[in-house]
């Protein structure tokens, strides 16, 4: 069969549908301890778990989310806090119509014998999936990544492919709907040839796993990078260029089928990232081209809130603007 029928596939492609209603997006707010820890020392807040469950209460909370955010991918932690009036994170995401999602991968480790890195996670995945399931998650992430610079060698693409599809595949048999992330770096000085044919093999070899592994992609979402160049790379390209390679490349390597196609924002600036999906939904295509970005949707609204509460609603209003810039830019109709 190309599908089996499971007891959550009516509710898998229900969440898969609703998650990529046109102008919607997602809303990924789900750095680890350390990463998010970093960022908030980068605007002088102090990494503990009650300046992290304040700063991600700002986010949940801005009104009207829910208007082009469809779901919203939270860290372990995140999805057992609440907010100050008690309220569960759960339950104030799905007030706004926002289903909550959970990172399920244990990150990164080096790869033995090369540069490279390898995504943990499997071992108790089914039973992890299962658990979040109870607590209300009703999707979920798992990030590997290859980098151009350091390889890709052979055992690092396949190692991202195959770990992708088994998590795919228990996390849809756990009522989760998997985001499928194979990150492939921007770090580097490569050109946007060679990452084309870097994301050429890395996607020809997700999807050749995820179909070995019976993984249902009307019920997943990829999430992969931009096809533009390293950021290092002295020849720049304009949104058009990176808009035309990248969908290039997912007219060749993704099944018309996949639910959404939400890219993470990898380090592009605020404008770029919302410039370059616009420039994609500029001709029609089968998918939903839609986004899932972190630091393009958060970066100004931390830098403006800095753990001072005076500023959240301003901060709330800097991450309405950006999701409804994004939301325009899913329908191809965002004006810089
Ligand atoms: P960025 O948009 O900051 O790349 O983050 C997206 C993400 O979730 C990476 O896993």
Redesign the pocket.
């Known amino acids: 069969p190309i599908t089996k029928a499971g007891k959550y596939d009516d509710e898998l492609l229900e969440t898969a549908t609703n998650m990529t209603k046109p102008g919607k997006g997602i809303l ?1 707010m ?1 750095e680890s301890n350390a990463t998010c820890g970093s960022r908030l020392e980068g605007v002088g807040v102090e990494n503990n778990e009650e300046n992290r469950r304040r700063y991600r209460e700002l986010l949940i909370t801005t009104p009207n989310l829910g208007e082009h955010i469809g779901g919203a ?1 939270l860290f372990e932690e995140t999805l057992y806090q609440s907010c100050a009036d008690g309220t569960t994170f759960v339950d104030a995401l799905k007030a706004q119509g926002i289903y909550p999602g959970i ?1 399920v991968d244990k990150g990164l480790k080096p790869l033995a014998n090369t540069n490279e890195s390898w995504c943990q996670g499997l071992d108790g995945l089914a039973d992890r999936a299962a658990e979040y399931y109870k607590q209300g998650a009703r999707f979920c ?1 798992w ?1 590997s990544v290859v980098s151009i610079p350091d390889g890709p060698s052979r055992v690092a693409v396949t190692d991202c492919a195959y770990g992708l599809a088994r998590y795919a595949a228990i996390c849809q048999n756990a009522g989760l709907v998997p985001i499928v ?1 194979p ?1 492939i770096l921007l770090d580097g000085d490569h050109d946007i040839d060679t990452t084309f044919e870097v994301a050429s093999w890395v996607w020809a070899e997700t999807f050749k796993y995820l179909a070995d592994n019976n993984v249902s992609f009307e019920r997943m979402l990829l ?1 992969p990078s931009m096809v533009g160049p390293g950021a290092d790379c002295p020849k720049r390209s304009t949104p058009e260029e990176v808009a035309d390679y990248t969908l290039r490349m997912l007219k060749s390597r993704v099944p018309p089928a996949t639910a959404g196609i939400m890219f ?4 592009l600036s605020e404008l770029d ?1 919302t410039l370059y999906l616009n420039a994609m939904n500029q001709s029609p295509n089968p998918w939903h081209v839609s986004f ?7 970066n100004t609204v931390l830098k403006t809130w800095a753990g001072d509460d005076e500023k959240k609603d301003e901060a709330q209003a800097i991450l309405a603007r950006r999701t409804q810039e994004n939301g325009l830019a899913q329908l191809g109709k965002f004006v810089a």
Request: glycine share 10%.
């Open positions: 990924a789900d991918i990172k992430k990030r992330e990150e999430k993470l924002s990898g380090g990232s899932s970005y972190a630091r393009a949707l958060q």
